[in-house]
Structures are given as structure tokens and as C-alpha cells.
């Protein structure tokens, strides 16, 4: 009887996880690798006007991958004429117990201010040919336009979409898109990141990702330490700029601006981790040439919810925002949209700008800190750099102009 009840205890107990497994995986969409590329992403490396990286995924068919790339010349023969590169190749398992490859290239030597087409595969499955722009030289004030979207999260193949897609259609010639943090819901989750990857389509292939980690990026592993998700640092090939063990913390210079990415969950829920980037951001912000200094984190120095406060931000970080003259902070996190300089804003200190680019939203009940607020609305934003001048574009996914202002140097 004994084991009779023993064996019944641990088929309920399987039967519950099952359930469990069933009701977390239920309604999603799985989107499994095959021998063609797919997960084409761009990301800027340290050096974006003589090089550029690339991200693919395939099934663990594909054992070693390779790129083409030749310079736009608008001719249909496409296979004459081109460089090939052989692909680093990451054997990767996310939660789900599927292994995938995932596969980057760099692309050394460019031209500065050229158009490439390139195609990456194994030889016999390859993907379409895709273009991207290098930037100008470091220090080019050359004009240029680039896209900062808030948390997409929720509802990423249904409604994210809407976005990143009226973003791409309002700004086609954009240089890069500045993704500020919870990318998606669950960290971990693969269908998750398929929805995200499928949401954007085409244009990450086309366009580059300035990625920065949100708190649903992280997870606490086994032994409850602070992790972030493994998809982060092997689908974008960010440069290895920052404090050591912090891919995510980096910084780059295109052309007159020098943006950088904070990890804020670990500012603040790691001490340790909150010193480490802030010794680090004030070496980037002391020695920087550039003529514009742009923050990308995702938790708000000043929030738009009463229920929500930062001070590790507030007290530490703004500081070096205010002493090194950073012009803007884009966040996320609060779900809602606000722009504006602060309570106890210094005279050279940033504009501090929250987006979400999702369907969640929250209420904006907090101080009146900010200039323009605006609740229950998925947004995009543009920022167009010519020079000394600053133009920054906030608008609906209706594509219905609702902010705007400019900035001089």
C-alpha cells in the first residue's frame, strides 16, 4: 500500500508539471531553426565605419557557416566579385532543451560611407542578399538619423510589430535602432525571441541593434545569482568595451556621437556590479571626443509611477550625467512616455526621455518632473544629429507627430 501511494504521489507530481509546462508553453508560437539562416541581426562594432558584425541562427545541421559581402554596385550579378568570411559557429541550448548554432561574422576593412550587400549560409542554404551603410569617419558631422524604441515586452509578434515596423517605415534610412531593455517578457524564453526576431523581420538585417538589458532579460539561476539571459550575448555581437564580465556595459562612436549602454538591473540589485559601471562610465564620459554623449538603460533616473523609484541612478549616475554634459538618457521600464530635464536639473545636464514601444502600459502618477507625458499609446522616436543640432521626433504608431524638440551645441 505504501508503494502504491508513493508511486501515485509521483505521477500526480508529474502529471503537475506537465501541467505547469503546458500552461507556460501554451498559445506559443515555436519557432525552430531549419539548415536557411534566419535571426539575421546587425550590431555595431567598436570601429562602424570600417567594420560590421552579424548574427545568424541555424539547426545544429549547419557544423561551420561563412559570409559574402561585396560593395553595392546595383548589378544583378551578384556572385562576381565578393569577399568570403568564415563564420564563428556557438553551439547554444536555452531552456527549452533544443540546440540551436548560432553564427557571427565581423566584416574588416570597409569603406567609410558605403552601401554593402551581403549574404551569409553554409554554401548550399543561404540567406537573400541584404545591404547596410557603413558610418562616416569618427568625428564626421555628416548628418544622420537614428531610431530609439522604449520596452516592446508584451504581444511582440501581434503588436510590438506595429512599432518597429512604422519606425522602419518612417525612418527607412535610419543608421541604427536603440532598443531600450525588455526586448521581450521571459527571460530565456526562445519562442519569446522568436516573436521579437519575427516582429522586426527584415530590418535588423538591414539596420543595426543598440541593444540594452532591461530586468526581463535577467533571471535568477540555481544558485540564486543574477543572470542574464543567454540569447543577450550570443545574438548580438556587442563591442567588448566595458567592465569585465559585462558584455551588455559597452559604448560606441558613430561619427559625432558617442552612445553608451548601462546595465541597470545589476546597478540596482548588485553593488559590487553598480561600482564596477560607475568607475567605468566616468573613465568613457571623461575621455570623450565626440560632440555628443547619449545614454542607453533601461530603469528611469526619474519615474513616472509613485509605486517605482531608483536612487542608485539618481544619486550616483546622474551626477557624471550632469558633470561630463551627456545630452540624453533613453529609458524605458515605466511604460509610459515622458520627456524632460528633472526637479534639479543642472545647466548642462541631460533630457531624460522614457518610450514603450509595447502594448503594456502603466499609470504616470509620479511628481510632475517631466515636460510632456502621455499614457495608454505605442510609440516610436526618431533623433536626427546635423552637425551642432539635435532634432528629436516622438511619434505614435498611428505615425501621428506627438513631440518634439531640438537641441544645439
Known sequence: MKRFKKIRFIWALVVLLISLWQSKT???????????????VLTLTAEPATSQVVTWRTDTAVPTAKAQLKQEDASPAMEEGFLEFAAETLPFMGEEGRKDHYHRVTFTELKPATVYAYRVGDGTHWSEWCQFRTADTNGSTSPFTFIYLGDGQNDL?????????????????????????????????????????????????????????GNHEHFRDEQERLTLDPHWNTQFALPANGPQGFNEVYYVDYQNVRIISLNSQFIMLDEAAQELQLRWLEDVLKDNPQQW???????????????????????RFKPLFDRYGVDLVMQGHDHTYARGKGPDAAANGPVYLLSVAGPKMYDSDSDRWMDVSLVDTQLYQTIHITGNKLVFKAYKVSGELFDTFELSK
Open 293 to 315: 554623449t547619449f545614454v542607453a538603460m533601461h530603469h528611469p533616473v526619474y519615474s513616472t509611477s509613485k509605486k517605482r523609484d531608483n536612487p542608485p541612478l539618481r544619486e
Open 157 to 213: 509578434k501581434s503588436r510590438w510589430s506595429r512599432a518597429i515596423r512604422q519606425a522602419f517605415r518612417q525612418q527607412p534610412d535610419a543608421r541604427f535602432i536603440v532598443h531600450a531593455g525588455d526586448l521581450i517578457n521571459r527571460a530565456n524564453s526562445d519562442s519569446e525571441w522568436g516573436e521579437w526576431h519575427y516582429g522586426a523581420g527584415f530590418i535588423h538585417s538591414m539596420i543595426p541593434a543598440v541593444p540594452t538589458p
Open 26 to 40: 501554451a498559445g506559443a508560437q515555436v519557432f525552430a531553426p531549419t539548415g536557411y539562416p534566419d535571426r539575421l
